[in-house]
């Protein structure tokens, strides 16, 4: 539980950190708007809509830029699992356990590059806005963005704690030289692969049992671990951002008379 709420916590302050130059919010405001965006991210594909929660819980004037904020904080959390999943894909210990699996690292690359042709192509397409959305993300400045990055990659570390403790308590035993690697590529490879609410358990199942199984044969054990954190992590702050999206109005009318 101590973890959960760090967690969220990184996140929160993150959040806090990125939408300040807009406007400053308290640090429960930013634990509202984070489990309100949870709850409408978490049944949209990629969670694309998360922003639509922190955007619900700020005045008017201010959602384009929350909506900014929180894409710019997607990329952040997705540079820093990217950047160290692939360390540990191509450099680390870990790598030897797949043999240096050309059609492995074949597939991850021409996903990669998928992406950077979808996000091209979508700048392409709408180019006004993406200029004008890039004016408004330069305004943020150096010192916000570097305070996003030290909250994402605590919260990054902390998800690796999480994972490795409901591991121990399921029973897994794990080598110590192989854990770092296999909880980085885990993910890694969740983060790639498309999710949606109906199958993101089976995807993060089918994941964790492809990684995990080879130091292990306790598939029950792997699976209650990756349930039990998808439970904490994903469906209890969507309980939560429910209630704080029930209570929208009164949550933004007093934000808004803080500003007035």
């Given amino acids: 539980m101590l973890l959960w709420f760090l967690n969220i916590l990184c996140e929160a302050k993150k959040w806090q950190s990125l939408i300040k130059p807009f406007i400053s919010i308290t640090i429960r405001?930013?634990?509202?708007?984070?489990?309100?965006?949870?709850?409408?991210?978490?049944?949209?594909?990629?969670?694309?809509?998360?922003?639509?929660?922190?955007?619900?819980?700020?005045?008017?004037?201010?959602?384009?830029?929350?909506?900014?904020?929180?894409?710019?904080?997607?990329?952040?959390?997705?540079?820093?699992?990217?950047?160290?999943?692939?360390?540990?894909?191509?450099?680390?210990?870990?790598?030897?356990?797949?043999?240096?699996?050309t059609e492995l690292y074949v597939g991850v690359?021409?996903?990669?590059?998928?992406?950077?042709?979808?996000?091209?192509?979508?700048?392409?397409?709408?180019?006004?806005?993406?200029?004008?959305?890039?004016?408004?993300?330069?305004?943020?400045?150096?010192?916000?963005?570097?305070?996003?990055?030290?909250?994402?990659l605590l919260r990054y570390l902390i998800y690796n704690m999480q994972l490795l403790t409901w591991m121990h308590l399921m029973g897994v035993e794990i080598?110590?030289?192989?854990?770092?690697?296999?909880?980085?590529?885990?993910?890694?490879?969740?983060?790639?692969?498309?999710?949606?609410?109906?199958?993101?358990?089976?995807?993060?199942?089918?994941?964790?049992?492809f990684l995990f199984l080879m130091i292990t044969d306790n598939t029950i054990a792997v699976l209650s671990a990756i349930f039990a954190m998808w439970m904490t992590n994903v469906i209890i702050p969507t309980l939560i951002g429910s209630v704080v999206l029930i209570k929208q109005k009164p949550i933004k009318e007093a934000l808004t008379q803080k500003e007035t």
């Fill in 29 to 101: 405001a930013a634990f509202q708007q984070v489990f309100a965006g949870t709850t409408t991210g978490v049944g949209s594909p990629g969670r694309i809509a998360e922003m639509g929660g922190r955007m619900a819980l700020l005045p008017k004037m201010y959602r384009t830029d929350a909506a900014i904020m929180t894409t710019i904080g997607g990329f952040i959390q997705s540079s820093i699992i990217f950047g160290v999943g692939l360390l540990a894909l191509f450099l680390m210990p870990i790598a030897n356990v797949f043999y240096f699996n």
């Fill in 109 to 152: 690359l021409a996903g990669l590059i998928l992406i950077i042709l979808l996000a091209l192509a979508a700048v392409w397409r709408y180019s006004a806005k993406a200029r004008y959305y890039l004016r408004r993300a330069i305004s943020v400045g150096t010192t916000a963005i570097g305070k996003a990055y030290f909250w994402t």
């Fill in 175 to 209: 080598d110590n030289s192989l854990w770092l690697g296999l909880s980085c590529l885990y993910f890694f490879f969740v983060s790639i692969v498309p999710s949606h609410i109906i199958i993101d358990m089976g995807i993060r199942g089918s994941v964790a049992l």
